[in-house]
């Protein structure tokens, strides 16, 4: 079936340090791409999304690119602060099925220090 | 602007009893989905619904049921809880196209 699998953590950076958090997926039909942001205590937040290959979402200074000749979907952010310590999901939609279930990588904290 | 509302944010019961966990959303989505969320893991669906009157399993269905009696709720209930059943429950809800959906804040339960 369709699955998700993104770099463990957890990453630690210095602040303004260059952020990479990797993501491939498998899926048989042509997926929606999702980043997710959890912050500490708090619910899922979308990040940024890309629905069709070659697609780049981009949100708050983060980015990444819908590959599909790689399955991949990297996020990636020039300079990071502190304020962006949490945890990021990397996921996709099964819009094929009709049904928009995420299926979720199993997350990757950051933590950025000053 | 609510989204999508969950009650209880946190809850403990104790083996054995039960509870409902409420989840209301105000953007007039067809979809809704129940989450839950074990440390160190991602996000795995317990259930969904496509519409009002419309539920089925998701990956993890097994000592939960749910309903769906109108488009705005999609409660979920534990009947017989067990210490297996600790987590972080997340409700969500979408448009039928799926490009984005809404997450609750998260129902902290704790079974001991």
């Known amino acids: 079936g369709d699955s998700v699998t993104q770099m463990e953590g957890p990453v630690t950076l210095s602040e303004e340090a260059f952020l990479t958090i990797n993501c491939t997926y498998t899926a048989t039909g042509y997926p929606s791409l999702f980043w997710y942001v959890q912050y500490p205590g708090e619910g899922l937040q979308l990040l940024l999304k890309?629905?069709?290959?070659?697609d780049k979402g981009s949100n708050k200074g983060f980015e990444a690119t819908y590959r599909k000749e790689t399955t991949s979907f990297h996020l990636e952010k020039g300079s990071v602060q502190v304020s962006d310590s949490a945890v990021y999901f990397c996921?996709?939609?099964?819009?094929?099925?009709?049904?928009?279930?995420?299926?979720f990588g199993t997350g990757t904290l950051l933590a950025v220090q000053p | 602007n609510a989204g999508v509302t969950q009650t209880p944010k946190f809850r403990i019961l104790k083996i054995g009893q039960s509870m409902t966990l409420q989840c209301t959303q105000d953007m007039n989505h067809n979809y809704m989905y129940w989450y839950r969320q074990d440390p160190g893991m991602g996000l795995k669906l317990i259930y969904y619904?496509?519409?009002?009157?419309?539920?089925d399993k998701g990956e993890v269905p097994n000592g939960y049921n749910v309903s769906r009696s109108t488009t705005e709720d999609f409660p979920l209930r534990l009947e017989l809880a067990a210490p297996s059943q600790t987590s972080v429950y997340f409700c969500?809800?979408?448009?039928?196209?799926?490009?984005?959906?809404?997450f609750g804040e998260g129902s902290w339960l704790t079974v001991v």
């Open positions: 890309a629905t069709k290959a070659d």
């Open positions: 996921a996709l939609s099964d819009r094929g099925g009709a049904t928009n279930k995420l299926i």
């Open positions: 619904s496509v519409g009002a009157g419309i539920t």
């Open positions: 969500a809800s979408s448009w039928m196209d799926g490009n984005t959906i809404y």
